[in-house]
């Protein structure tokens, strides 16, 4: 009896420290989980990817089911989120739909990986040749194949473990073919398991069909009577998931550092100062979640300083053109570095034509603000016009009247009394005057 004791606290003290491989108990629940992901691969959908199968696997799930739509995204998410399929007790099905979607590049990694692979009519998958930092095939030709290779080997990886055709996972690498849902349900082995119209289909062709876990282990999926629970991002996911698309990140970081450049222009005006704080430590957080090209970040800096500089220093618009150039270059090497997501051209050129009118009509009104004349203060009064109320010359003090006001007055010739008077200088409270001759011939002549 001590022995069976003791042996079962061992058997149990492996388990806890995964020494013995942890046997889940069959599932009593009908609930099926499905998650709509559209949207490029980063840490936040890895995130919520986690949390969906944590989900799944502490409810007892029958089946997760993952609607995918995406035209790629990073490569080391992409690894984190199969790496959790692999482990999940719950088996997963990747499901690429509806109509007109695709699963590219890592999108394709991902279905490779799926315990159920689907497609719908119309769909296609596949192109998931690796790219550098800059958004190109590396010009390094030693790099760009040491990467090709080592990320064909994973997707022949995936393909030989969930027995299908690992010739054509490893051309959709290194010669970036992509699939059509036919063209991947018909391979001889196929890329894919089935053809659904939408998720009821789908269920319906998954209820009583055997399945092979990355492990070995045969499941026979249950989908007869089939709870859906649809789950979703979180607000925070969301904000976070739209912040870290690379167009949105070029967007906040440009406005971040115009209202920085205008506040500096105008202190003390707050408003874009506070907005270009926050929108360039969003930016911040964008680039952390996205790899970044120095240069490109560098010459979106650039381009700001020379729309600056265009507003101060006379260069007949080279500046401000230069400026643009530097903008559209810049983002066009920040928005190239997710893998699978193209440069949309028509928001960055207006977004660059754009900022850079208005950093130029802003350095404008700036420039013409500072070199008003000073209205207020002792500045204001230096060329002010006004009438003596008393006699004023070198040897005495008189008082004048100016804005409404009476001053006491002295004034280097003698001034009649309610002769017209101009403001020279101030010396304390005394204002130092002289006669306003030009408004005395004005007054002569008519």
Known sequence: MARRAAAGLLMLMAWSVGVVPAQSPPSTSNLVIVVEYDGIIHPISAEFFDEVITRADTTGARLVIFNLRTPGGLLDSTRTMVSRMIASRTPVVVFVGPSGARAASAGFILTLAADVAAMAPGTHIGAAHPVSASGQENPD???????????AAYARTLAEARHRNVALAAEAVLESRAFTDQEALTATPPLIDLVANDI????????????TRFDGREVTLDTSDAVIERMEMSRRQQMLSAIAHPQIAYLLLSLGMLGLVVELWNPGAIFPGVVGGICLLLAFFAFQVLPVSIAGILLIVLGIGLLVLEATVPSFGVLGIGGVISLVVGAVMVTSEVPGVSVNYQFIVPMAIATGAAALLLGR????????????????LIGQRGRALSALGPDGFGQVSVHGEIWRAQCSQPVAEGARIRVTALDGLTLMVESDNETTNAVSTT
Not at 142 to 151: E, F, I, Q
Not at 200 to 211: E, F, H, Y
Request: glycine share 8%.
């Open 200 to 211: 009821d289909d789908l269920l319906a062709k998954l209820d009583g069909r055997r399945v």
């Open 365 to 380: 009104l700036a420039m013409q603000a500072q070199n008003q004349k000073a209205v207020t203060g002792a500045e204001g």
């Open 141 to 151: 030709q030693t790099m760009s194949d040491k990467a090709a290779s080592d990320t």
